[in-house]
């Protein structure tokens, strides 16, 4: 069983940065895709970034691009989001999730390990 565990999120200001990470457990985490998704109050919750098993594809929604950046440790077993230049359209609970089938592409239902999400809210 994938736990997986988010930390970094808070509170900041339009404009400002935080980093969001992920620490799974398990043995087979350098054969996931991971991602990251968010969930805005009244909203379906929606794809966000996502990284292959071994780094090396990388797929974002156009929302957040040129402004957030997904990477990975696989040594440490940790997933991080960058996010630069926060909107308040950015407001929301991130989550971290696992796509067992390795590719972190952006479909909702590859990904059958959730953790249990982190609030981010940006101010104006």
């Known amino acids: 069983q994938v736990q997986l565990v988010e930390s970094g999120g808070g509170l900041v200001q339009a404009g400002g940065s935080l980093r969001l990470s992920c620490v799974a457990s398990g043995r087979a985490f350098s054969t996931y895709g991971m991602g990251w998704f968010r969930q805005a109050p009244g909203k379906e919750r929606e794809f966000v970034a996502g990284?292959?098993?071994?780094?090396?594809?990388?797929y974002r929604t156009e929302l957040v691009k040129g402004r957030f950046t997904i990477s990975r440790d696989n040594d440490k077993q940790m997933v991080y989001l960058q996010m630069n230049s926060l909107k308040p359209d950015d407001t929301a609970v991130y989550y971290c999730?696992?796509?067992?089938?390795?590719?972190?592409?952006?479909?909702?239902?590859?990904?059958?390990?959730w953790g249990q999400g982190i609030q981010v809210t940006v101010s104006s």
């Open positions: 999730a696992a796509d067992t089938m390795g590719w972190g592409l952006p479909a909702r239902a590859r990904y059958a390990h």
């Open positions: 990284i292959a098993f071994n780094g090396a594809d990388l």
